[in-house]
């Protein structure tokens, strides 16, 4: 079993619903990062929580501790916010253990 | 500012050939990641750098996998002696200095190296 896991693996959804990516981990963490992957392998930096709540624009994560669960939610989805999107943690290290990511399509 | 670069973008061999990948992290950045992406997967750890002192490489799959950061700034990946199962992205990621044994700081990419192996 993964020390990190995510759901679903695949969303296709229609632009302006609402969107919402899951991560379980299984390992003491010491922070969650919320990362997206375009087509050509580049990965961007969306989140870096240790407790509560963030939002960036359309944008929002959330983790529960207690419960070691993350959620990251777009609100008014846009073709433009296709892509993969990965979960990953510091447990306690500095290299980050990845869930397998979760590919995102919006169609218009 | 510029980012993080890897080159080159692409690098098609065959097998038993040499490889060597290099990273330029951002500037003043003091450590360095190496991960490995096989095609559908999410990334996996091969090596952390902090400035030029290998902290771990608890994730390098074989001694054919080598990485160095001489001079605590520019690092290069190499494999030898490629295999198949070799093929992947391989990604670096830079992050500035961290607070506190249990801080972090956000990573930042590169675009990553497609290595294919024939």
């Known amino acids: 079993k993964n020390e990190v896991e995510q759901s679903p693996q695949n969303l296709t959804a229609q632009e302006g619903e609402f969107i919402t990516i899951n991560c379980s981990y299984s390992?003491?963490?010491?922070?969650l990062h919320w990362l997206q992957q375009h087509p050509g392998g580049g990965i961007v930096s969306l989140f870096m929580?240790?407790?509560g709540k963030k939002k960036h624009g359309r944008l929002i994560a959330t983790i529960n501790i207690q419960e070691k669960h993350s959620s990251l939610h777009i609100t008014a989805s846009h073709p433009r916010d296709s892509a993969v999107y990965i979960c990953?943690?510091?447990?306690?290290?500095?290299?980050?253990?990845f869930g397998q990511g979760t590919r995102l399509t919006i169609n218009p | 500012g510029a980012g993080v670069s890897q080159s080159p973008r692409y690098k098609v061999a065959k097998r038993g050939q040499d490889v060597a990948l290099r990273c330029d992290p951002i500037?003043?950045?003091?450590?360095l990641f190496w991960y490995q992406q096989a095609l559908g997967q999410g990334p996996e750890f091969l090596t952390y750098?902090?400035?030029?002192?290998?902290?771990?490489k608890s994730g390098l799959p074989s001694d054919r996998f080598f990485a160095e950061r001489p001079e605590g700034s520019v690092s290069t990946l190499k494999i030898q002696r490629t295999q198949q199962e070799d093929s992947a992205v391989y990604l670096c990621?830079?992050?500035?200095?961290?607070?506190?044994?249990?801080?972090?700081?956000?990573?930042?990419f590169g675009d990553g190296t497609r290595l294919s192996i024939l």
């Open positions: 750098f902090q400035n030029e002192a290998q902290l771990d």
């Open positions: 990953a943690v510091n447990s306690g290290a500095q290299k980050l253990v």
């Open positions: 390992v003491g963490i010491s922070a």
């Open positions: 990621a830079s992050s500035d200095r961290d607070r506190g044994p249990t801080s972090n700081q956000p990573q930042h």
């Open positions: 500037s003043g950045h003091v450590s």
């Open positions: 929580l240790s407790s």
